[in-house]
């Protein structure tokens, strides 16, 4: 149970997904136990209906995430990975501590082999109304060009898998549409990528495409242009709520209906979700954990990389 | 006389600026006189209120932007570069080629000594109300961190002798606004923005901050970055006008009253116009070449990369 309304919206959300999560769906819980039970009994839910992991220990947003995951042997993050490393769960997310959430998924879970880098990733809408892939939203800020030609088919490999989008359309984020436009990271990436066969590479996206849906549906970007892509969107958001313009296309890009950050190029499902996650958010980041196990990306992940 | 809609666009935008321009000023407009004093005597205005110089070349889009800029020696851009480099003219705007704008720009006004790369601009509008400089927009897409200090230096003083912005706070775009958050170019231009006593460094901002006016009035990055957002923020403007979500702060985003793109770091006042310009933008860049002159900003920076 993390965020900064632990475990209250963790639990509350917990329970809101009960009735939206596959019948054989089952939702563990990892945390204070008494405070869980607690929460459950308030919203008049039976505790049977989840499991429960019983856990006595928080690591905090100021704690240093690699040495507060070892420390903290039973926090709920470093618990949950344990159950997540040996299979007794098939997916894991929290709104906890995104450091310790990464040291998990690099450490506990590991890298699947044959990837350089794992990353994190971020589904923004389009008016087109189907949904997009943006990654690296945040994790390797300064990528090599092997590295995102790799993001492109992983987030092919996501796009089809978890968001049903058949041939995902995968492109650079770059200034101009041309090959030759860009930086020496996006001009060596088009290249690698044109080379890649398993993807359907459609060259470059500029950023006034991102959310029209009409060029791409995984878009591949290094860390530091995907998070500040990433956290423009928010703040136009912010500035469009507070302006009152709402809209279908403005609702989708709440992080609250989003349901978390997926962490992509591990060995099992892993979702961060936003520290201040609400309910509704909890929610959302849960039932889009059931859908990426449902969807058995990890398996596909691993054979594409076995070559 | 330049653009997609050149001469008609330019020329009555020319004469839509008349009335805003002060009594002092005075506008010459290049190009093929004859049509350009067709189009005038059609909006009823005489052409003795601008001064007209003929030219009888047209670089073209496709045209190589340094071939043609030498080839095509009769061209409204090479013989407006002619007579600002002279001093014929005090500022030279144009929707035309952008390439040649620059080439215009490098080669026969050329970079202010002591700068190692001049830079384009971007003006953007914040919720606070005031207009905040963005800078690289996409000139320099592969940076030093020496090169973005520079647009720190650069942005402050265009923002406090064009915008108005008494001390104006300097910030480098990035992913935290930790001091240690960011990439490895972004770190080394916070230490040496850091340093840089002449101006007023506030430190990182993020993405989401950036049209809230908030964190900084001059904001520093590469011209990927600051391409890309500038693009991200076009194609959110149109997303929005076609959901019918209008307001001040969005209008604000459209390039039509933005008034074109200064080139920043060059021995004169040089504004790039978008290459669709409306008449209404046209106007728009003209009152900016005007304004920029006026604030003798080229002099201003001139002096503080003396030392």
Redesign the interface.
Known sequence: MGGDYAPEAAVKGAVMALDAIGSDSRIVLFGDEEKIKSVLASEGCPAERFGIVATTEVIEMGDHPAKAFQAKADSSITVGFGYLAKGAVDGFASAGSTGAMMVGSMYAVKPIEGVVRPTISSIVPT?AGRPALLLDV?LN??CKPEVLAQYGLIGSIYAEAVLGIERPRVAV?N?GEEETK???Q?KATYELLKAESRINFVGNV???????GKVADVIVC????G??????????Y???T??G?R?A??DAMNYENVGGTPVLGVNAPVIIGHGCSSPQAIRSMILSTEQVIKADLTAKLQRAFQN
């Open positions: 008016i945040g800020v300064d984020l200034i860009g930086n020496a996006t500029e950023g006034s495409y991102l959310f029209s290094d860390g530091f242009v998070n500040t892509a990433l956290k423009m969107a928010e703040g136009l912010r500035i469009n507070a302006l313009c809209n296309f403005w």
